[in-house]
């Protein structure tokens, strides 16, 4: 083999080489990508369909109200008319959404819930409790309310009808969801960022 062809050969095999190394690297970033983006949907929340949905990137400019419920908590059930009946008194400035954390409430569980007390709230399942950890929400019912800049501003009790589980007051005295909703709405803070619910403990909380 002649000088010149040898510098050819060498020249090519080591452009072949670099190509080569850069086309598995590329690869790998790819292959990498997907699987963040595959783990990052499979830790989202999910509508009933089955499909991944963040209700913070929803309704943009509105105030966002989570409301974590169970299908057997009977405090949450107590919750239902009242729930209903702020979602259409605040439904110009807030979107509410009906959260479901139990692992364990099938879609099919949900819509019967849903049916039974008359609920016309778009509903998710929070499985991986991406939604609960960025509401810092333990029972239910707890209520979370994020400013059209999506701030968590409240999170806690609805109002303070029930002291302690089984115990209720005649009538609430304070409705800390409705002073943040109300609140948020306007652009200022509300009266309290946070209040300890009392109903059904959260299972499966890190």
């Given at each position: 083999?002649?000088?010149?062809?040898?510098?050819?050969?060498?020249?090519?095999?080591?452009?072949?080489?670099?190509?080569?190394?850069?086309?598995?690297?590329?690869?790998?970033?790819?292959?990498?990508?997907?699987?963040i983006l595959s783990m990052a949907a499979g830790q989202q929340a999910r509508?009933?369909?089955?499909?991944?949905?963040?209700?913070?990137?929803?309704?943009?400019?509105?105030?966002?109200?989570?409301?974590?419920?169970?299908?057997?908590?009977?405090?949450s059930n107590r919750y239902a008319p009242l729930l209903q009946e702020m979602?259409?008194?605040?439904?110009?400035?807030?979107?509410?959404?009906?959260?479901?954390?139990?692992?364990?409430?099938?879609?099919?569980?949900?819509?019967?819930?849903?049916?039974?007390?008359?609920?016309?709230?778009?509903?998710?399942?929070?499985?991986?409790?991406?939604?609960?950890?960025?509401?810092?929400?333990?029972?239910?019912?707890?209520?979370?309310?994020?400013?059209?800049?999506?701030?968590?501003?409240?999170?806690?009790?609805?109002?303070?009808?029930?002291?302690?589980?089984?115990?209720?007051?005649?009538?609430?005295?304070?409705?800390?969801?409705?002073?943040?909703?109300?609140?948020?709405?306007?652009?200022?803070?509300?009266?309290?960022?946070?209040?300890?619910?009392?109903?059904?403990?959260?299972?499966?909380?890190?």
């Open positions: 083999m002649s000088r010149r062809a040898r510098i050819f050969f060498y020249t090519d095999s080591y452009v072949f080489r670099r190509s080569f190394r850069l086309l598995v690297a590329i690869g790998a970033a790819v292959f990498f990508l997907s699987f509508d009933l369909g089955g499909s991944p949905k963040d209700p913070l990137k929803e309704t943009p400019g509105k105030v966002v109200v989570l409301l974590f419920v169970r299908t057997d908590c009977p405090i979602s259409v008194k605040y439904g110009s400035e807030a979107a509410f959404w009906l959260v479901f954390p139990d692992k364990n409430e099938s879609p099919g569980s949900i819509r019967s819930y849903l049916q039974e007390f008359n609920y016309k709230l778009p509903a998710l399942r929070d499985m991986e409790h991406s939604l609960v950890k960025k509401s810092g929400a333990k029972v239910t019912p707890e209520a979370a309310v994020f400013n059209s800049k999506r701030d968590l501003v409240y999170h806690g009790r609805i109002d303070d009808a029930y002291r302690e589980f089984g115990k209720a007051r005649r009538a609430a005295t304070t409705h800390e969801l409705a002073d943040a909703i109300e609140a948020a709405s306007k652009g200022v803070a509300p009266p309290s960022a946070a209040a300890e619910g009392v109903g059904c403990f959260i299972s499966d909380l890190k």
